[in-house]
Nanobody
Framework: QVQLVESGGGLVQAGGSLRLSCAAS????????MGWYRQAPGNQRELVAV???????NYADSVTGRFTISGDHARNTAYLLMNNLKPEDSAVYYC???????????????????WGQGTLVTVAS
């Protein structure tokens, strides 16, 4: 079993900043990717930012230049620093981790996937 614990959401004024954290624990041999997604009421869940393979980082166009994803690989933790927040950034933010349980799985199978419980970000205008 792998668990994700998210933190850092809250209420902030437009133009403000928040930093989200996502800590993964449990039966993890290696992590393939860690990312953040968000879902606003009435909308589908969308990718915000993801880092994979240690070096590859991808952002949604709407957050490029404002959000930064980073990670502490030793602690299996990902962060999302969100600057210059806008009301349209308001959503529940979910952490997503793709991982392998052992070296055999890594060579033979696609990574498993786990989601966090979500953390609410509200940006007031």
């Amino acid at each position: 079993q792998v668990q994700l614990v998210e933190s850092g959401g809250g209420l902030v004024q437009a133009g403000g900043s928040l930093r989200l954290s996502c800590a993964a624990s449990g039966n993890i041999f290696g992590i393939n990717a860690m990312g953040w997604y968000r879902q606003a009421p009435g909308n589908q869940r969308e990718l915000v930012a993801v880092m994979a393979g240690g070096d590859i980082v991808n952002y949604a166009d709407s957050v490029t230049g404002r959000f930064t994803i980073s990670g502490d690989h030793a602690r299996n933790t990902a962060y999302l620093l969100m600057n210059n927040l806008k009301p349209e950034d308001s959503a529940v933010y979910y952490c997503n981790v793709k991982y392998w349980r052992n070296s055999i799985d890594r060579h033979l199978f696609s990574p498993l996937e786990v989601w966090g419980q979500g953390t609410l970000v509200t940006v007031a205008s």
